[in-house]
């Protein structure tokens, strides 16, 4: 971070502080950079952004100003609400943008997928589950397919369905993931698509929020990033007011990976996923006490689903990663795209000269 000082995390002051600093970045905003990669001249993008379909939180307008920054906006699509989904791509406003699923969510109702390829979406990300069964429907419908993956395994998966992007994500992504640390699972995945299946687009996810973690990626092999957190505190994501003042009051320590949302959600997620949300009173509460969550989910899942409408950041899960502790201020989503890629750039040409005097 561009803060040296000693944090302290229970107050939003040292937020402030640190804005004051990243105020002070030796960018010029004017000048916006591009970086070229095999993403951006593939799908005739200016930048190398992509952002995460976000459950509830990507709507349609995030989408469209992410796409019209010159990255490519992801629609979440996540359990499937049919009239949610006609609603965010109405208000995408005819802006070139993609959707993406849960995938073990979308086999429970196949004809969402049938609905949204008729908005002729530019590209199709499956999650959390076998693509294979939508594989010739969205290839059919000229829609690039896009596979996230947790680990090698569901790499190889999405190679042998012939995926056009992989997306590595770590487990520092906010929302749903497993074990894998973007670390090294990003240049591991590079390896394995460099030798079965080099004309695959990889992205990295999982802790990418700024202009340094975007270059990293790039670095590690990465043809760009798929990002999640820090568009979820984009002004145009679909995020109450007191879960956006809670990113800003928090720091990657304030996160945790857990059932506990689910459960008081009732949503029944496959083994080996688990969510990073923020720690708050009810993970403090209920983390490590999911049987007990269990019994009491009668009582327990309508006070969860209430403090999540009211935007209460205490009593509900709030969905967000580790890049928490890069944010300092909720901005337009173009702003994001532009810093981050200006700040990549200078980091990718300091890092070149470096190499080149040396």
């Not at 208000?91 to 390829?117: C, M, Q, Y």
Request: aromatic residues 6%; hydrophobic residues 45%.
């Amino acid at each position: 971070m561009l803060y040296s000082g000693a944090r302290d995390t229970r107050t939003p002051k040292n937020r402030l502080q640190r804005t004051a600093k990243s105020n002070a970045r030796n960018i010029k905003d004017t000048d916006m950079a591009t970086l070229s990669t095999r993403l951006t001249r593939a799908l005739e993008l200016r930048h190398p952004i992509v952002s995460a379909p976000m459950a509830f939180a990507g709507g349609g307008r995030l989408a469209a100003a992410v796409s019209r920054a010159g990255g490519l906006g992801l629609i979440g699509g996540g359990y499937g609400d049919p009239a949610w989904l006609e609603e965010q791509f109405a208000a995408a406003a005819g802006e070139r943008v993609g959707v993406g699923f849960i995938t073990w969510s979308l086999r429970k109702s196949p004809s969402l997928l049938s609905d949204v390829l008729k908005h002729r979406p530019a590209a199709v990300m499956l999650s959390f589950g076998d693509p294979r069964p939508f594989v010739d429907e969205i290839r059919a419908a000229g829609a690039l397919l896009i596979c996230q993956c947790q680990d090698l395994g569901h790499v190889m998966d999405a190679v042998e369905v012939r995926a056009d992007v992989v997306v590595a994500q770590g487990a520092e992504a906010g929302g749903h993931g497993a074990l894998r640390g973007t670390l090294t699972f990003v240049p591991e995945a590079a390896d394995y698509l460099t030798q079965h299946a080099p004309d695959t687009l990889l992205l990295a996810a999982g802790g990418i929020g700024d202009g340094r973690t975007l270059a990293a990626a790039l670095m590690l092999g990465a043809d760009g990033a798929l990002i999640g957190t820090r568009f979820w505190a984009a002004k145009e994501a679909l995020v109450e007011q007191g879960h956006h003042r809670a990113i800003l009051e928090t720091d990657g320590d304030g996160t945790l990976r857990t059932t506990v949302a689910d459960i008081a959600r009732q949503i029944p997620w496959p083994r080996g996923f688990t969510a990073r949300i923020r720690r708050n009173a009810f993970t403090e509460r209920w983390h490590g006490h999911e049987a007990e969550l269990e019994r009491n989910v009668a009582v327990e899942g309508p006070k969860y689903r209430q403090a999540f409408a009211a935007g209460d950041p205490d009593n509900t899960g709030v969905w967000f990663g580790e890049a928490a502790g890069l944010i300092d201020s909720i901005d337009p989503a173009a702003a994001i795209v532009e810093r981050i890629v200006n700040e990549a750039a200078v980091r990718l040409e300091r890092k070149a000269g470096a190499i080149s005097d040396g």
